[in-house]
């Protein structure tokens, strides 16, 4: 039977259909494309030399979303059709409420009406907001600080009200750090619309030419070289860690919640010298403002996921550097 996946067309989405369909399992897709191209469904198919239905739809559309179930029998789902970008979420905060909450109560609804109630859900560290103390552990407290930070708290308490209606429901909630890389083939990567919010992105595109020097969102925060430090993981690791949460949830009921996270921080300049060093490409920079909302630090106690899925990141940041570039240095345009 198969595991429908949400976004599957997006950047984690995408790696994570390749790791399903090289682990033998059989997935139908849906995504909107709001945020990806038709295209990256042909290059998973290359890569994994295997086909899987797919289905060009909006999770908003109720009947979309009763067809897909009605013609498959899906056994779970993964979740990971949403909006993501921060700034955005602050500008049209309603667009990310209706998007994401919405999106998620109709796929629930649909999932219920089929008897499917086994999920895996796209948190995000951002729920954490600012952290009392790093590395950050499952049960510190949730302080969200922005509509996109909201959303994924606010989802996150559904999942736990629609367990605790029904105990049938296994749901898993990972909250991912931040993810970088792409697949080593690099046929799939990240592939932004317009300027990249994000730090692995902006540099790539500054190292193949399309912008002209690195902004350092400011050098006074307290950590050891005053630029922020986060927790940056291999986009293949997450996806692996999907593998791992689609097992724990068809293992039983239940609502389990893990950090997808290295356990180590680094500072974005440690980013521009590791990548400067591996790829041998030059990073110029310039050190600007800091960023409203950005925090000092930020990065997982990943243990959790370890103890009891068995699972923790393998990649380090040389790999995810070398990746991405060579994502980015083969697909100047992205998916274009
Ligand atoms: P992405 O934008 O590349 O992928 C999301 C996909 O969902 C896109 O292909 C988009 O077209 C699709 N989509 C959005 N709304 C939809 C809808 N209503 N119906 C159907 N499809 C829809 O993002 P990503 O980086 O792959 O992130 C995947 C998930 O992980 C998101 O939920 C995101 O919030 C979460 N997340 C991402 C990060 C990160 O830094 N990338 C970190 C933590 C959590
Ligand atoms: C990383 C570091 C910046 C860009 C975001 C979301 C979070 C999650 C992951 C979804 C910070 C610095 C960045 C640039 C810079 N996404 N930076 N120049 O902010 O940790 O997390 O993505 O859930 O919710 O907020 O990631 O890559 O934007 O920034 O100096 O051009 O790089 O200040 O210290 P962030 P990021």
């Given at each position: 039977?198969?595991?429908l996946v949400t976004g599957g067309a997006g950047y984690i989405g995408s790696h994570t259909c390749v790791e399903l369909l090289n682990a033998g399992y059989d997935i139908v897709v849906v995504d909107n494309f709001s945020n990806s191209k038709p295209e990256v469904l042909n290059r998973i198919k290359e890569i994994a030399g295997r086909d899987f239905k797919f289905y060009a739809a909006d999770l908003l559309d109720r009947n979309g979303l009763e067809r897909i179930f009605s013609e498959n029998c899906i056994e779970a789902v993964i979740h990971f059709a949403g909006l993501k970008a921060v700034g955005e979420s602050v500008s049209i905060p309603l667009k990310y409420y209706y998007n994401n909450i919405t999106g998620t109560i109709e796929l629930c609804e649909a999932m219920a009406r089929h008897g499917v109630k086994k999920i895996v859900?796209?948190?995000?560290?951002?729920?954490?907001?600012?952290?009392?103390?790093?590395?950050?552990?499952?049960?510190?407290?949730?302080?969200?600080?922005?509509?996109?930070g909201r959303t994924k708290y606010m989802i996150e308490e559904i999942l736990k009200d629609l367990y605790v209606s029904d105990n049938e429901w296994g749901?898993?909630?990972?909250?991912?750090?931040?993810?970088?890389?792409?697949?080593?083939?690099?046929?799939?990567?990240?592939?932004p619309n317009g300027i990249p919010n994000n730090l692995m992105?902006?540099?790539?595109?500054?190292?193949?030419?399309?912008?002209d020097k690195l902004n350092v969102f400011g050098n006074d925060y307290n950590t050891?070289?005053?630029?922020?430090?986060?927790?940056?993981?291999?986009?293949?690791d997450l996806a692996k860690?999907?593998?791992?949460?689609?097992?724990?949830?068809?293992?039983?009921?239940?609502?389990?919640?893990?950090?997808?996270?290295?356990?180590?921080?680094?500072?974005?300049?440690?980013?521009?010298?590791?990548?400067?060093?591996?790829t041998g490409q030059v990073i110029p920079y310039v050190i600007t403002d800091r960023r409203p909302g950005d925090i000092d630090m930020c990065y997982a106690d990943p243990s959790k996921?370890?103890?009891?899925?068995?699972?923790?990141?393998?990649?380090?940041?040389?790999d995810m550097c070398r990746d991405s570039w060579n994502w980015q240095k083969n697909n100047p345009n992205g998916y274009e």
């Open positions: 039977m198969p595991v859900f796209s948190s995000s560290a951002t729920v954490y907001g600012n952290p009392k103390s790093v590395p950050i552990k499952e049960d510190f407290p949730l302080g969200p600080t922005n509509p996109y749901v898993v909630l990972l909250r991912y750090f931040n993810p970088i890389g792409a697949h080593e083939s690099g046929r799939i990567g990240e592939d992105p902006y540099i790539t595109q500054v190292a193949v030419g399309k912008m050891h070289d005053g630029t922020g430090v986060r927790d940056y993981i291999h986009v293949i860690g999907h593998l791992k949460a689609l097992e724990k949830v068809m293992r039983g009921s239940g609502v389990d919640i893990y950090n997808l996270g290295t356990g180590t921080g680094y500072s974005v300049l440690d980013v521009v010298k590791t990548f400067e060093k591996v996921a370890f103890d009891e899925l068995g699972w923790k990141a393998e990649k380090d940041l040389e």
